[in-house]
């Protein structure tokens, strides 16, 4: 007479590590980039030779898409300057914060190394391309609208700008980001 | 293809219909924002005060707020008018709340309960932190903003810390914490949502 065989000893239950292990790995890489990152651009040395002559391109740009615009500006090192108004493109307004956010959590979300390098091309473009905009709305404002200006330049503009990187970084995610632990199912043989 | 579902308006791509959401959500987020502004800089004042001074002997910090925005830190062991020190923008801190409201209440296909509990979650973590950053930035005036007070009260080694600990938290994650907190609460959804697709 056989012995019912006894019934399979039960999983233990998983640890918060394993049930978590994708966003807390996500997180923490996050979090670790974006402090390097920060610590990175802080330092003097990359701040005079990187830093600051990318925020006179920035500036430079700015005032350059205002003259188009018919703004009559000129530039004055960062200072873009007009009749009736002017404005310093300092770290802080050169999209930079936003960019590395944006790179950190392209870096640390699991894609291929391939994804990554397209997200972190497109979104430099991106975010870019949206900091101009910031650049030359807030000279506007501070020309036709003046009391709008500080809250326009700390709130609005930094949300805004702080928004695409998230929304673009989510598109990256969505459509772009190959997961590289997910292969490729092959074709059954009948 | 025949059997297959097709997909009604109000299944549309997921990145779609978050930046639809986010839009709706985002005026109202900035209406309540302004609203609890005067309200909530005065409780960081008081919060930002008690941490402060207790951790400091003797207890000398006075944190005051000014026409709404502004907050003045004080030492009564200083001379000078009431002890003023320095005077920094306290709305500037926690204006990426609005983007926190925003981010919690536009996710799609999350149960409106649990949207509102996590942000619940969110807005408390939220608290906790600019409370520390309000901290941090009191240390930062004393050890770096005073001249020769700050040089004789404080040494190269904590001069660095107190303006490397508020310049991280002040800047990449305050501007981060939206969506490191909305990545901690629908990482796994946005996952899911990926794999389904």
Redesign the interface.
Known sequence: MRTPSPPPPAAPPASAWQRYRRELGFLIFFVLILGASFTLISWNPVNDRVIEPFTGAIARAGGATLNLLGQQTKMEGTVIRSSRFAVNIRNGCNGVEAMLIYFAAVLAFPASWKSRLMGVGLGFVAIQLVNLIRVVALFLTGVYLPKLFDSSHTVVWQTLVILSGVLLWVLWADRFAADPSRAPVEPQSS | MAGEPKSSPTTG???GR??RN?LLWLLPAVAVWVLCTPFYNRFLALAGEQLSRALEFPAVTRLYVQETHQVIVTRSDLSGKQGFIYKF?L??LH??L??TV??FLAVPGIPRRRRFENLGWALLISVVFHILVVFFYVKFVYSTQLGAWSNEHYGPVAQNIWG?GK??LD???K??L???L???FY??D??Q??RR?
């Open positions: 791509s997921w990145p978050l930046v986010l923008r709305s500037d204006f990426t609005v983007l925003a981010l490397f310049h991280l800047l990449p994650f501007l981060a939206p969506f490191i909305w990545a901690g990482f796994k946005f996952q949502h990926r697709a």
